[in-house]
C-alpha cells in the first residue's frame, strides 16, 4: 500500500480504515523512545534508516510481504505540509517490481489539518481515507524511481476525485 503522508496520524489513520493488519516502516530515531519503542512493533512497524542504505530494513520488508502481508509505504519519504509532493523516493517501485506485488494507493485527507507538521496537539476535524484500485506494476526495464513517480500519480488521482 502507499499513500500520501501529511501527519503522524496518517498510519493510524490507515490502520483504522483497513481491516487487516498493515505493517510500517518507521524511521529508526522514533524506536530511541522507550514509548514508541514499545507500541510500534505492536502496531506492526520496523525501524528503517532513512537516507542511507539500510540491507536489515528491507530484508524485513521482503519477508513481511513474502508472506502475502500488506506492508505501507509513503513515498514521499516523510512528511509534507500537502502530503502530495513531487519528490518520491524509490523504494516502492523497487519492493514492488522485485517482488512482483501489487500496489494499493490510498489517499489520506484532513490529518495535516489534525495533526500538521510542527503541531502539539491534535485538532478535532474529520479524517477520511480513500482506497484506490490495486496497481499490478511491470517492471520491463522501467526504472524504480519512475514506477514510484507513477504510483504517486495514482495517489494523486485519488486526491484529485475527492475534490469533485
Given at each position: 500500500?502507499?499513500?500520501?503522508?501529511?501527519?503522524?496520524?496518517?498510519?493510524?489513520?490507515?490502520?483504522?480504515?483497513?481491516?487487516?493488519?498493515?505493517?510500517?516502516?518507521?524511521?529508526?530515531?522514533?524506536?530511541?523512545?522507550?514509548?514508541?519503542?514499545?507500541?510500534?512493533?505492536?502496531?506492526?512497524?520496523?525501524?528503517?534508516?532513512?537516507?542511507?542504505?539500510?540491507?536489515a530494513a528491507l530484508k524485513e520488508a521482503m519477508r513481511r510481504?513474502?508472506?502475502?502481508?500488506?506492508?505501507?509505504?509513503?513515498?514521499?519519504?516523510?512528511?509534507?505540509?500537502?502530503?502530495?509532493?513531487?519528490?518520491?523516493?524509490?523504494?516502492?517501485?523497487?519492493?514492488?517490481?522485485?517482488?512482483?506485488?501489487?500496489?494499493?494507493?490510498?489517499?489520506?485527507?484532513?490529518?495535516?489539518?489534525?495533526?500538521?507538521?510542527?503541531?502539539?496537539?491534535?485538532?478535532?476535524?474529520?479524517?477520511?481515507?480513500?482506497?484506490?484500485?490495486?496497481?499490478?506494476?511491470?517492471?520491463?526495464?522501467?526504472?524504480?524511481?519512475?514506477?514510484?513517480?507513477?504510483?504517486?500519480?495514482?495517489?494523486?488521482?485519488?486526491?484529485?476525485?475527492?475534490?469533485?
Amino acid at each position: 500500500m502507499a499513500s500520501n503522508h501529511a501527519s503522524y496520524l496518517d498510519p493510524l489513520a490507515l490502520g483504522v480504515a483497513c481491516s487487516r493488519k498493515l505493517n510500517y516502516m518507521a524511521r529508526h530515531d522514533l524506536f530511541l523512545n522507550p514509548v514508541f519503542s514499545w507500541m510500534l512493533p505492536k502496531i506492526g512497524a520496523f525501524p528503517v534508516k532513512r537516507y542511507s542504505s539500510d540491507p536489515a530494513a528491507l530484508k524485513e520488508a521482503m519477508r513481511r510481504l513474502k508472506d502475502g502481508q500488506i506492508l505501507v509505504l509513503f513515498p514521499e519519504g516523510s512528511r509534507r505540509a500537502n502530503g502530495l509532493s513531487q519528490e518520491v523516493e524509490a523504494g516502492v517501485g523497487f519492493l514492488s517490481a522485485k517482488l512482483n506485488v501489487p500496489v494499493i494507493p490510498a489517499f489520506i485527507k484532513g490529518t495535516q489539518v489534525a495533526l500538521p507538521k510542527g503541531a502539539r496537539f491534535i485538532r478535532p476535524t474529520k479524517v477520511s481515507v480513500h482506497f484506490g484500485r490495486q496497481v499490478s506494476i511491470e517492471r520491463r526495464g522501467v526504472p524504480y524511481q519512475d514506477i514510484a513517480r507513477n504510483v504517486m500519480e495514482e495517489i494523486r488521482h485519488l486526491a484529485c476525485s475527492e475534490l469533485d
